[in-house]
């Protein structure tokens, strides 16, 4: 008879933060797959769990998949962690979950901690809709593109975010999307958990401000506000866009898409209004 593959949610920073259930789980199974088993190995000292462990992390996930799938099918049950919070969400995992079921095996998820429901509630933000996007792209121009794709989202956008990068990244929403709302949830559950709150300009300079910038940080950007009837003329509005360092088919482009006007309307009347 196939074993079992549980996917066992884990803390995200404070050891307490785990179920019952999970402990259980953990102890019963035959086998624990985990991203670090340095860091897993910590987690279940803690609980006082003996129990073998295998690493499967990105660089080896596919060659894994194969033989925790061979395992599971031998009858083996699997726990399946990683370092922190739920399983596949921004972790590896998905390849051996996806083939465990493809080879028709009970996976079952074990629930828990996770960083993106536990600082959307504390935010401050609505939550009646969210847009979980992982990993901001690490390159400017490919991240530049990644929040434009999503201006027009009427939902909380969350993502996670490296603390070498968050900066850059700030710059690039107060540049794409606004003087938005923004919170920056930092070390969530730990020691020093924080939550700072603000536009993009405000939390940027608040972390200038620090000696150094560290911890792991789940970003959040509110909804967009429903803008005021638009009444500056359109000439005013592409050259108030220029002198901001746009350049003029940019800003004729960003003109026609606030107003809902096509490119070639807009260049039409800053011809007529040129004279």
Do not use: W
Not at 55 to 71: F, T
Not at 124 to 149: M, V
Not at 162 to 171: F, K
Not at 208 to 218: C, F, L, W, Y
């Amino acid at each position: 008879m196939p074993g079992v593959l549980y996917l066992v949610a884990t803390p995200i920073g404070n050891l307490e933060d785990i179920t019952y259930r999970a402990v259980r789980t953990l102890r019963e199974v035959d086998l624990i797959a985990c991203e670090d088993t340095r860091h897993t190995r910590h987690l279940l000292d803690h609980y006082k769990i003996a129990r073998p462990l295998i690493s499967y992390h990105e660089h080896n996930e596919q060659a894994r998949a194969e033989e925790l799938v061979a395992k599971l099918l031998a009858g083996t049950n699997v726990a399946l962690v990683s370092d922190a919070g739920m399983p596949l969400v921004s972790d590896p995992g998905y390849r051996v979950a996806a083939a465990a079921i493809l080879a028709g095996i009970s996976v079952v998820p074990i629930p828990g901690p996770s960083a993106v429901i536990t600082a959307l509630a504390a935010a401050g933000l609505p939550t009646d809709a969210f847009y979980f996007g992982g990993f901001l792209p690490a390159k400017s121009g490919q991240r530049s593109r990644a929040l434009e794709s999503l201006r027009d989202q009427t939902a909380t956008l969350i993502f996670y975010e490296a603390p070498h990068r968050i900066l850059e990244t700030l710059s690039d929403i107060e540049r794409i999307l606004g003087p938005r709302p923004v919170v920056v949830a930092r070390e969530l559950t730990k020691l020093h958990e924080e939550f700072l709150r603000g536009t993009p300009a405000e939390i940027r300079a608040a972390l200038e401000s620090r000696p150094s910038i560290k911890g792991e940080m789940t970003l959040l950007i509110g909804k967009p506000s429903t803008p005021a009837p638009e009444t500056t003329p359109i000439d005013e509005a592409v050259a108030a866009h220029i002198h901001a360092g746009m350049s003029r088919m940019d800003a004729i482009k960003e003109v026609a898409r606030t107003r809902g006007l096509s490119k070639r309307e807009v260049y039409r009347q800053t011809q007529i209004e040129k004279g």
